[in-house]
């Protein structure tokens, strides 16, 4: 994943530059800090790593600018334990290297070549030493990127690292389960077949007669890019393995594998009698993604339920007046990992009640859950500057970064997203200081969501409003053709002045890289997706759109698809109440017609 370099940021009080760009920070004095609040020190883990046989430990390259919990849960999950890079000299020493580039082209290689890690990582793949890089890992190996560039990189592959081109009608980032097509023996990939795999970036290496002899996989997403590469024992993918958790079957056997564990376990047993091949798949493209969503907050004996309102109330409608209870976010999530789901999407419903840095339970979860799903998880709620009750400040990019380190791919962003946008539009200019702007220069585009709560406003016409109305199908009560849709904060509990329109294009100019697009007036009601906002929001945008609140029935999924942009679809109340299993609707849209991951 790609994100702006850093500049400078002031983090606990502390300021750190592109020249420290967070190298190693979760060994730094700052890590340390919060670790002693929240956090286990990953020393154990190393002294435990260095003591073991040298045949059960892998090397990870890990200089903290990002969330890269499920390579390491991924790792230990194939039974290995980890040696985390310290010197130049710990590449040097390493039986098997694996690079999980997260972050900015030019930060990383600042830090690489900063440290003596550049020099020492070309020695290490120039002596065809086992390594895997995975996302920006595989682009620093290339000549130069044009991210915030030109920035020079490892310069071992022949090549340039660009921007994907948008005016095609293509969305960036490229975010979902796509296809691989297979160019040559790339004995990591032998069990993928043709089955999706997860990408996340908005740059991309491209094939060429000086780099073919590297290029082991393509991709389309507009034009044919590299998705991974190999020489020897020398491998890298654009890729995530290790959020490509769908399950494949091995003919004549029994067992099953999960694709991106195939991949790392391909990787991390090259000499192993892994020869059956699995059942071909049925990837062509891009995937639509069905998404399961779980609204999550402490229930009135102060346990941490899945609940689901109705209209965004979440209380029972009895004498008792409790919160739904609807059960264990950890167990739940890891059901729908194995019903299928493509992400898994946490949102916190208490966070703008609480501080963020003391919700602990919701911290636990994502920990939990990242240890057993391996698919990508996105959290909301929460997610702002706050100052505690000592007068310590912390920024939103603090409360962020927790999520990321305890297993969150992505972060949902709502009513501080609302609030730029509007200061945004007022002054037409971008102060850096928001939420959005802070998380997304740091972690990048592509991990930032923007949740857009709009309820409809009727009009008789549209120009009794300064906002974007459109012609709805469904009529007002007296009858109204039009209406615009007013966004909200605080969970629906008071509107604002500007419509989803005017919000989604604002968002997207400060920095988010996808938009959930919720509906109040459709929430919990089983009738269908507002395919009017949706049609609206997704027609305006050049960043994918996730639509939700309303399903029903599986038919509700493949009409969003069919009438709209967007490129994923969220439900919660129907999976929850096991109304309608997520295999029912990828099945369906299957037989529509429409690209799914099965």
Not at 19 to 32: C, G, V
Not at 106 to 115: E, F, S
Not at 556 to 576: D, Q, R, Y
Request: glycine residues 10%.
């Amino acid at each position: 994943m790609e994100a702006p370099p850093f500049t400078s940021e002031i983090t606990n009080g502390r300021s750190f530059s592109s020249t420290s760009s967070l190298l190693f920070l979760r060994n730094s004095d700052f890590y340390s800090e919060r670790s002693r609040v929240k956090f286990k020190s990953h020393t154990a883990l190393s002294l435990r790593a260095s003591s073991a046989s040298s045949d059960s430990v892998v090397t990870l390259l890990d200089y903290g600018a990002g969330n890269v919990r499920s390579v390491r849960n991924a790792i230990r999950h194939l039974g290995f334990e980890i040696k985390d890079v310290q010197t130049p000299q710990d590449i040097l020493n390493a039986n098997r290297l694996i690079f999980p580039g997260v972050g900015a082209f030019a930060a990383a290689m600042d830090v690489l070549n900063k440290t003596g890690m550049a020099e020492a990582l070309c020695t290490y793949i120039e002596k065809d030493r086992p390594f895997l890089g995975i996302c920006l890992g595989l682009q620093l190996l290339f000549e130069s990127s044009e991210e915030n560039g030109p920035v020079n990189g490892l310069g071992l592959i022949p090549g340039v690292v660009g921007r994907f081109d948008s005016t095609n009608g293509f969305r960036v980032p490229h975010i979902g389960w796509n296809a691989l097509q297979v160019t040559e023996d790339s004995e990591i990939l032998d069990d993928v077949g043709n089955h999706h795999v997860y990408f996340v970036h908005s740059y991309r290496a491209m094939p060429s007669s000086d780099n073919k002899e590297w290029v082991s996989s393509t991709c389309n997403y507009g034009d044919n890019f590299i998705a991974s590469i190999r020489r020897g024992n020398v491998h890298a993918v654009q890729f995530h393995p290790e959020k490509s958790g769908g399950k494949i079957s091995l003919l004549n056997c029994s067992q099953l594998s999960y694709v991106g564990l195939s991949v790392l376990r391909r990787f991390l047993y090259p000499k192993s009698n892994m020869t059956k091949k699995p059942t071909e798949g049925k990837a062509s493209r891009l995937a639509k993604r069905v998404i399961a969503c779980l609204d999550v907050r402490a229930n009135d004996k102060g346990d941490l339920v899945v609940t689901k309102g109705d209209q965004y109330d979440v209380r029972e409608n009895t004498e008792e007046n409790e919160v739904r209870n609807l059960g264990k976010p950890v167990e739940l999530a890891g059901q729908y990992y194995k019903d299928g789901a493509d992400e898994i999407s946490f949102l916190n419903i208490t966070g703008f009640r609480d501080f963020p840095l003391g919700d602990l339970p919701m911290l636990q979860v994502l920990r939990l859950t990242s240890e057993n799903v391996f698919v990508p998880l996105t959290v909301g709620g929460g997610i702002r500057d706050f100052t505690d009750a000592t007068g310590r400040h912390y920024s939103s990019l603090e409360v962020a970064s927790e999520y990321f380190r305890s297993g969150a791919d992505k972060i949902s962003i709502g009513s501080d997203a609302v609030y730029a946008a509007e200061e945004y539009i007022k002054t037409g200019m971008k102060t850096g200081k928001s939420s959005l702007e802070q998380i997304s220069r740091v972690y990048g585009n592509q991990a930032v969501v923007v949740s857009i709560d709009p309820r409809r406003v009727y009009l008789k016409s549209p120009n009794d409003v300064e906002f974007k109305a459109i012609r709805v199908k469904d009529t007002g009560p007296n009858g109204e053709e039009y209406a615009w849709y007013q966004c909200t904060v605080n969970g629906g509990r008071e509107g604002r002045p500007i419509g989803a329109y005017e919000l989604a294009k604002a968002v997207e100019e400060l920095g988010a890289g996808e938009i959930l697009l919720n509906c109040i007036d459709c929430d919990g009601q089983g009738k269908g997706f507002d395919v009017d906002l949706i049609k609206l929001i997704s027609d305006a945008v050049n960043i994918p759109v996730i639509a939700s609140s309303g399903a029903g029935a599986v038919e509700h999924f493949s009409e969003v698809f069919m009438k709209t942009n967007a490129s994923a679809a969220l439900a919660a109340g129907i999976f929850h109440r096991k109304e309608v299993p997520i295999q029912s609707v990828k099945e369906h849209l299957f037989k529509e017609g429409t690209e799914v991951r099965i």
